[in-house]
């Protein structure tokens, strides 16, 4: 019987194709097994299952010398090596599907907050100061009509682009390549250069993968391009984005806001964001709730067994 470790306490709903099938185990009594722990336990496991913020680097795959599987509980995978996966013959996969729309859905609200200020007029009317309730005082943006700018059409960012679309946006995008006709006519969508994408958008939303190529692939220079009332989005990874330079176009409002969900150093937010008014911040939320979270574990476990059994498609990376 293979044997499955995995990293963080997940809800028993999600794993039920694995009963009797695999050996499973995973924390009973605190939420996540720390690096030291699984570093004991890995000899003698054929499956890891780590989360997007439990890194598997190259010391965790010597130790685990009978390591055939890691089976990621994410989208994205700038958690595990997996360059040094496919040295050592290890098979690396992830969840797109289960993610695909409570990502999209999430970013979309975060646009439409921050665009509304909701989040600042529910922090500032719980004060003593509290907000004006003046005609054009501290008002907002608003989102119909406006241009939305996508940095990776991928799955979810088509995804963001339907709702943009429904609530009467227009969509231009910037990918590693450009995406079939086909498929642009869904969103009536415009491919351009990030250069033009930046110096064009109402609002720019980061979707790309985390990437050797994309780390601070957001910095001074793209934020000097943006508009002075520009909104930026990111659900995508926090590394691609240059933080402490984003604080300062927030700051010196070169940008008029930002909505984040990822953080360069999770969870750990610089402190220059949090002490802005016009940054909205949510903990890596995109996928935060108990029937996504339930969702993604499923998927997690087909990609197990279809690496073992051929039952289920995998989404393999390497």
Do not use: C
């Not at 000899?43 to 190259?58: A, G, I």
């Not at 609200?109 to 907000?131: C, F, H, N, Q, S």
């Not at 006709?181 to 064009?200: D, G, P, Q, W």
């Not at 339930?294 to 997690?300: A, D, F, Q, T």
Request: proline share 3%; charged share 25%.
């Amino acid at each position: 019987m293979k044997k499955v470790l995995i990293a963080y306490r997940l809800k028993p709903e999600g794993l039920r194709e694995l009963e009797g099938k695999y050996e499973v185990t995973l924390p009973k009594e605190k939420s996540y097994f720390t690096k030291q722990e699984v570093m004991e336990m890995i000899p003698e496991y054929e499956v890891l299952v780590p989360n997007f913020s439990f890194y598997t680097d190259k010391v965790i795959m010597e130790r685990g010398t009978k390591l055939e599987l890691i089976s990621n509980y994410g989208v994205g995978f700038n958690n595990i090596d997996v360059a040094y996966a496919s040295e050592k013959g290890i098979v690396v996969t992830n969840i797109p599907n289960s993610t695909r729309e409570p990502t999209a859905e999430f970013a979309f609200a975060l646009l439409m907050a921050a665009a509304r200020r909701i989040g600042y007029y529910d922090r500032k009317l719980r004060t003593a100061e509290g907000v004006s309730w003046g005609v054009y005082a501290e008002g907002g943006l608003p989102v119909y009509g406006k241009t939305l700018g996508i940095i990776g059409m991928g799955r979810i960012g088509q995804s963001l682009a339907r709702r943009a679309v429904a609530a009467g946006m227009e969509i231009i995008y910037h990918n590693r390549s450009r995406l079939d006709k086909a498929i642009e006519k869904l969103y009536n969508a415009r491919y351009v250069s990030l250069e033009e994408l930046l110096h064009t958008a109402d609002f720019v939303s980061l979707n790309a993968p985390s990437t050797a190529e994309t780390w601070h692939m957001i910095g001074e220079k793209q934020l000097n391009l943006m508009k002075s009332t520009a909104v930026f989005i990111n659900t995508a990874r926090g590394n691609m984005v240059d933080e402490k330079a984003l604080a300062q176009a927030l700051k010196e409002e070169k940008i008029w806001a930002a909505a984040l969900d990822v953080y360069e150093n999770e969870p750990h937010i610089l402190p220059e964001l949090l002490a802005l008014d016009n940054v909205l911040l949510a903990p890596h939320a995109g996928t935060k709730t108990m029937e996504d979270r339930i969702n993604m574990s499923v998927e997690m476990v087909q990609n197990i067994i279809g690496f073992y059994e051929g039952s289920y498609r995998i989404s393999r990376i390497n």
